[in-house]
């Protein structure tokens, strides 16, 4: 954690308890009827977290939606759509067939989604039952997938999912604006199951210990294990796909994501060679300013091009830089035991 962070946390730790005592105030308004809960005429899937910055929602969405295209379902993913600048009440983000709005006005992540899975549609709105219904009534969809739902309590849903970041876990275990966690932690109970993401060799005793915690304090609940695969990367020039060992090196890294950190990791153990690396806010805007500093750094290097990841990517035009630029395709890896749950899930969801 940064020393501002910690500094910041420490300045608003008198404050958690008064806003724990909200959200758990807010969670009682829905479980008592006060706040209206809108049961959709399809399943709904909630992928969401307990923590602030990122656990990883966005790999696992695609990874599920990919799972119920295979079974010959017509999912779609309802997102906030954090960082657009598009506010209607149903934002069309794709339609499964074209893609409508870029990631300046959809977001980084809906973007990267729509982009990412063909035959999806991709909605957003604040306001989630609307994008919802649209995607039941205008597109036939026939599950749908809450992006960020954890805390989204006006839609019912059928599963709903917690993640956790390997690296991260429960951060300082202390409820905003005193740390990490967006509720207090008996807001878990709600979930049915956990999936601790990006396990690595360095992080897996850590995580298992984790998991044992979590199992020990809900019993009823299973905690799942996933890592992070790198397959192959793909060029912004003209989006096409590359093998890891064609591109040219070495590479300068910049990143707009929670842990920054874990993706220059992450490039490092694929065997590209770094010539240099930016960490970048999470969400970060690609103003001109940024190009020409990320620029002017790669020029004092010996860089033959740029790596990021593709929810960066997607916020780049190909003329972005003169140097060739890529993003590293990640995809989810999972055990059989949160596949076979997975599938029971689903099997047993009201048609």
């Known amino acids: 954690m940064s020393q501002k962070k ?32 809108y049961k959709l005429d ?19 969405v695609a990874f599920l939606a990919s799972i119920l295209l295979k079974k010959g379902l017509k999912p779609a993913i309802i997102s906030r759509g954090y960082g657009g600048t598009v506010k209607n009440k149903v934002n069309i983000v794709s339609d499964g067939k074209e893609i409508f709005l870029d990631a300046e006005t959809a977001g980084d992540e809906p973007c990267f989604l729509a982009k990412s899975l063909p035959g999806v549609p991709v909605l957003t709105g604040i306001v989630r ?46 409820v905003f604006p005193g740390g990490d966690l967006r509720e207090p932690v008996s807001a878990l109970k709600r979930c049915d199951a956990f999936l601790i993401t990006g396990v690595t060799d360095t992080l897996k005793v850590r995580s298992k210990k984790f998991g044992e915690l979590l199992i020990k304090r809900f019993p009823d609940k299973p905690v799942f294990y996933t890592t992070y695969q790198a397959t192959g990367a793909i060029s912004l020039e003209d989006n096409a796909s590359r093998e890891i060992e064609s591109l040219p090196t070495p590479l300068f890294g910049f990143c707009g994501i929670a842990q920054p950190e874990l993706f220059q990791q992450t490039v490092t153990a694929q065997n590209i060679s770094l010539a240099g690396f930016i ?68 099997e047993n969801f009201p048609s």
């Not at 993640?163 to 300082?172: E, K, W």
């Open 279 to 346: 960490p970048l806010n999470d969400h970060q805007l690609f103003k001109q300013s940024l190009i020409s500093k990320i620029t002017a750094q790669a020029q004092s290097t010996n860089a033959r091009g740029f790596i990021t990841t593709e929810k960066d990517l997607v916020k780049l035009h190909k003329d972005t830089f003169k140097l060739p630029c890529f993003a590293l395709k990640m995809r989810v890896e999972a055990d059989d035991d949160l596949l076979i749950y997975l599938d029971e899930q689903i």
């Open 129 to 174: 039952v609307l994008p919802c219904r649209h995607a039941i009534e205008k597109f036939g969809c026939n599950i749908l997938i809450l992006d960020d739902g954890f805390q989204h309590l006006s839609v019912k849903r059928d599963l709903d999912l917690v993640l956790f970041s390997a690296a991260t876990l429960a951060g300082n275990s202390r």
């Open 42 to 60: 399809v399943p709904v899937i909630s992928i969401g977290n307990l923590t602030m910055g990122g656990t990883g929602k966005t790999p696992v």
């Open 6 to 37: 910690t500094s910041l946390y420490f300045l608003g730790r008198p404050f958690s308890p008064l806003y724990s005592t909200i959200m758990k105030l807010r969670e009682s308004f829905y479980s008592k009827g006060i706040k209206r809960r």
